[in-house]
């Protein structure tokens, strides 16, 4: 068959291709979009499409192609390739093909009608370095588009080396290297624009979410210049450390990697295309050793190793990225019309032990917790806890033990100075229920309402009656507030009180927990224990 032409209306070409009428193409999951027709499922009575193409890569390091059109009907009924990732890294790796050209996305929504629903595009975690659109339960998007009646998107795109090696000072074709891995993220959301009205989508009324990497992705976006226009909300959840958030790699340290890289692999500067041929393994191996010399030089030290080493991520290269997301004494000036949600889980990396190390299953006497406690805090072991029962009064005194302020700090930093531009406002949170497991990636089922499933970094095997009826509250509670955000620019839920936009002066805060409340400047003494010299 040839392929059909873009100017077809979708009755016609659904004529032509066995199917008679616009109601049938409700019935069999079929839509016209600018490359040609694709062929979905249903379930619960959400239309699914996976694996959709937004963009194809055709070499390594250089910005995405347009979609190739084909003829007759495309199948989107399976998870599309994600991106390369190796083994060397340490991070795991998750299920499915692996491939440079990993421009696809998953959609969830209710109808292929012309409602014009808002719009919610999931970034995944992993940093900028791992992980996938699909890789976890938690991530399907059908419960999440049915209770809010909205359209789910999920994007998977480049990481690590192949996403943010830079080679800038190569020639022109490598411009945008270091920034590839997001400028994918900014083509997706230029397919959305372009072709989400065909899946029930408003184009003009979509909010980017994300959860750790995912959420520092959120801040790139409000970041660049290249997105704007393409969103009108962000969700950040966990998402920022100082060094991936708050600030990213600079110029100089990312060129030098890419200058390192090179001269490990033998390649000169009139041969830099030689690097699209190297197997993926020695390029990791070699970027590697690139990135621990350059941390060196510029004394540099991983997000979360604490050791002399670099993350992938976003670089400022004064283009694609002007500033920093959070500048000396403002914001991005991308950002500044984005309303923001913001907010981290009370015990995020503190109480891995707890989970998957040697206290997992272990009770704890009333000694042991003040023996604990004197190891950690010394000698202001009572003020803190005296100020930590002010800030979370519903919480116990052992809790105190697995405060996080790791990324607890950078998230005040951030809606300290997304509040200081006076654009469009910033609404906090702080996720605290089931403390002391309100650990990283705890919150994210119940976001996507899936309260039956487990978060990335698993809690536990199994629920008792009790334990899956406070999950239902939760899911019920976070993924209603989350909607309610994506329609109408503030958070909201029958189960929680009216939700005030975050200032310096009001630190308004919403504790999300079974019995959510609203609290101003909770935990400022506590930082001033903890963090005396931080500024924020």
Known sequence: ????????????????????????????????????????????????????????????????????????????????????????????????????????????????????????????????????????????????????????????????????????????????????????????????????????????????????????????????????????????????????????????????????????????????????????DKLVEEAMKAQVETAGEFGLFGALSGKVSMDWEPVVDGDFLPTNPVTQDSFAQAGKDIPLLIGSNLNEWTSMNLVMGPDKGKQFSDAEIESRLQKVYGDKKDDVVREFLKAFPAKAKQDALYFDTFIRLPMLKIMSHKADQQGAPVYGYVYTYNSPLAIHTAEIPFVFNNAQAQPPIAISNSRTETEQHSANVMADTMSSAWISFAKTDKPAANSIPDWEAYTRDNGATMILDLESSLVFGHDKGLMKILAPDYKW
Request: aromatic share 8%.
């Open 1 to 280: 068959m040839k392929r059909l032409p873009l100017i077809l209306g979708l009755s016609a070409a659904l004529t032509l291709v066995g199917c008679t009428t616009a109601d049938s193409s409700n019935e069999n999951g079929i839509v016209q979009i600018e490359s040609g027709l694709l062929q979905g499922s249903t379930n619960n009575g959400i239309y699914t499409y996976f694996g959709v193409p937004y963009a194809e890569a055709h070499e390594r390091f250089v910005p995405a192609d347009k979609v190739t059109p084909w003829s007759g009907i495309r199948n989107a009924t399976k998870y599309g390739s994600i991106s390369l990732q190796s083994s060397l890294t340490g991070f795991p790796i998750p299920e499915g093909k692996q491939d440079n050209n990993a421009q696809n996305l998953n959609i969830w929504t209710p109808g292929i009608d012309s409602k014009k629903r808002a719009v919610m595009v999931w970034l995944h975690g992993g940093g900028f370095s791992s992980g996938s659109a699909q890789e976890v339960p938690a991530y399907n998007g059908e419960n999440l588009s049915h209770k809010g009646d909205v359209v789910v998107v999920s994007v998977n795109h480049r990481l690590n080396v192949m996403g943010h090696l830079d080679l800038s000072a190569y020639g022109e074709k490598y411009k945008y290297s270091a920034n590839v891995g997001v400028l994918d993220i900014v083509d997706s959301l230029k397919w959305i624009r372009e072709n989400i009205a065909s899946f029930g989508g408003d184009p003009d009324n979509v909010t980017v979410f994300g959860e750790s990497g995912g959420g520092a992705k959120v801040l790139t976006l409000m970041s660049t210049p290249y997105a704007k226009g393409l969103f009108s909300k962000g969700i950040v959840q966990s998402g920022a450390t100082e060094s991936m958030g708050v600030n990213f790699t600079t110029l100089a340290a990312s060129q030098r990697v890419g200058e390192l890289t090179l001269k490990n692999l033998g390649i000169s500067q009139d041969n830099v295309d030689a690097i699209q041929s190297v197997p993926y």
